[in-house]
């Protein structure tokens, strides 16, 4: 031979050796009947059996009471099997029992050689979840490896994937439709459902009524509950998984809260919360101590939006029954969510203020309340925009350009001291009658009865020495002579009275750049009557007017008044 190997030696050898291996599994057989039956039909067969290749996993070395392995325990699977990978959790059974815990190395009538059908195998050694009201789908069908690595896994309790990522298998990523439940994001679906089984609907781990408490406060304890709360649950509003709407609501707030509600928004005035679907704005949408569910009560809810109305002492009517006597809170076919027009609304409460004399104030005659009233508050009583002088002058010209005295009357007191608000019983709505006419004939206190409401009668009808007036020349009570007129003896001796004169002649109700009020001018329309200047001096004073000729008096002087024969 010349080194070579022949052909035909090759060929033998390697028909000895294919020819070997089924003789082999039968050697095997011939001693091993019982393992040679049992396998044979099975629906399932480890390969190597298939295979005929025993000593793949025997030492053929060993005898039939012990049969030798090639390794010990599961290192001998983890020869052609993955051995769980470093850092994982390792299923207890394979740890104490290895391969052979669960797995038959033969051949099985269940898939991948396990002793027994999936679901039975796992509830030898777990309690079966399938008991409970509403098992999950998945445990009913034996599927526990559907969610469970048999072997080992990186995540507990040996889930195929971590958290959502293993339920979003089946079930629709939440995710994709908003933002998430907060309690999936840190806790995962296991904080409220139940994987295996539960006696609550979903696999709810507590009924749908309690399990929301379980985190958030149970609005029963604020008060009363929202019906929708009661009938339903939260489940009526809110999506426990995720929404794209703000507080996971199933739809925008707007619309939500019109599926049983009527839409406050379609008169012609709405509230501006109300557009804005600002319902809980106003609106607790789960409990309230307050009726119609309030986030606070009466005037108090208004004036976190409208606290500018309410700076000052409060309409009485806010006190008593809130903003809502006047106002609707949703929408009105009228201005200011008025309940009706603007005119005549006061008077439903305010009728009286009409019925105070035949002279009405055109402001009230036009309706027009709030030119002169704010409805909600003010520091100015009653209710004022102003205090009385400022505001009667935004339409009255009170006082003149150069006025620097004014009636004390209105420094001390108000305008409504004389003029009635809104009617009266005079004209130029005064409260009592005050004579305006230069001559307005025999005197009497009726006449000028308004004045005397302030000043006493005996500045007029008292006497000088008596000190009622400090118009006087010596003891001569000048007020008597111009008001009542001046005691004169005729050609007979008779002391008669003369012409009378008004308060009005001499003094400006209201405010002038004299003295005392004094006039500058007084017209008798439509001329002008006469002027007036006075200049006071020590003790007195002196008139130049156009009525007479200059005079002066002096309250010092000695001077006899004539007496009266009337």
């Known amino acids: 031979m010349n080194g070579k190997i022949p052909l035909t030696l090759v060929c033998g050898v390697l028909i000895s050796l ?35 290749d025993c000593e793949s996993c025997h030492d053929d070395h060993g005898d039939t009471n012990n049969l030798i392995l090639v390794e010990d325990g599961s290192a001998l699977c983890y020869q052609c099997h993955d051995e769980p990978s470093e850092g994982a959790g390792i299923h207890p059974a394979v740890e104490e029992e290895g391969c052979l815990g669960c797995h038959d190395p033969h051949g099985s009538e269940n898939r991948t050689l396990l002793l027994e059908p999936a679901g039975d195998l796992c509830i030898g050694c777990h309690d079966d979840p399938t008991t409970k009201a509403v098992p999950h789908e998945a445990a009913v069908d034996g599927g526990c490896v559907d969610c469970h690595d048999p072997h080992s896994s990186k995540n507990k309790p040996l889930l195929l994937r971590e958290g959502v990522a293993l339920c979003i298998e089946c079930h629709d990523d939440p995710s ?48 009363a509950l929202h019906p929708i709360i009661e009938e339903d649950g939260c489940y009526a509003c809110h999506s426990p998984h995720s929404s794209a709407n703000g ?29 804005d679907g600002g319902c809980v704005d106003c609106h607790d949408p789960h409990s309230s101590k307050n009726r119609s569910l309030l986030l606070k009560a009466g005037a108090d809810l208004c004036a976190e939006c409208h606290d500018d109305l309410m700076e000052g002492k409060l309409h009485s009517i806010i006190n008593e029954d809130g903003c809502l006597a006047c106002h609707d809170p949703h929408s009105s076919d009228n ?69 620097k005295v004014q009636h004390t009357a209105i420094t001390d007191g108000e305008c409504t001291d004389c ?5 009266a019983p005079q004209s130029k709505l005064l409260l009592a009658p005050y004579t305006t006419q230069r001559h307005p004939g025999k005197f009497t206190p009726e006449k000028f009865a308004l004045c005397f409401e302030c000043h006493d009668l005996s500045l007029v009808t008292g006497k000088g020495a008596d000190g009622v007036t400090n118009f006087r020349d010596g003891d001569r009570n000048l007020h008597d002579l111009h008001v009542q007129g001046a005691l004169t ?30 006039v500058r001018e007084f017209e008798c329309p439509p001329i002008l009557c006469y002027t007036m200047n ?23 002087a000695t001077i006899s008044e004539p007496q009266s024969t009337q």
């Open 534 to 556: 006075f200049n006071p001096v020590e003790d007195g004073g002196k008139c130049t007017v156009g009525c007479h000729k200059p005079k002066s008096y002096n309250r010092g």
């Open 489 to 518: 003896p005729n050609k007979y001796g008779i002391v008669k009275r003369g012409k009378a004169r008004s308060c009005a002649g001499c003094h400006d109700p209201h405010g002038s750049s004299q003295s005392f009020n004094l």
């Open 18 to 52: 294919l020819a070997a291996a089924p003789a082999v599994a039968a050697e095997c057989g011939e001693c091993h009947t019982e393992w040679s039956e049992k396998i044979t039909g099975q629906k399932i067969v480890h390969s190597p059996v298939e295979e005929a």
């Open 176 to 223: 994709q439709i908003g933002e998430l439940h907060p309690i999936i994001e840190d806790d995962g679906c296991y904080a409220c459902h139940d994987p295996h089984g539960s006696d609550n609907e979903a696999l709810l781990v507590t009924s749908k009524e309690e399990l929301c408490f379980e985190c958030h406060d149970d609005p029963a304890d604020e008060g």
């Open 419 to 423: 003029h009635g608000a809104h009617t």
């Open 335 to 403: 201005a200011k969510l008025l309940p009706g027009p603007a005119e005549g609304l006061c008077q439903e409460c305010h009728d009286s203020m009409v019925d105070g004399g035949p002279v009405v104030h055109e402001a009230v005659s036009d309706g027009s309340c709030t030119d002169c009233h704010t409805p909600h508050a003010s520091n100015n009583s009653p209710l004022l925009l102003s205090d009385q002088p400022r505001l009667c002058g935004e339409c009255h010209e009170v006082f003149g350009e150069h006025d």
């Open 247 to 275: 507080s996971l609501l199933i739809e925008t707030r707007a619309s939500l809260c019109l599926e049983c509600h009527d839409d406050p928004t379609t008169k012609a005035v709405p509230h501006e919360a109300a557009v």
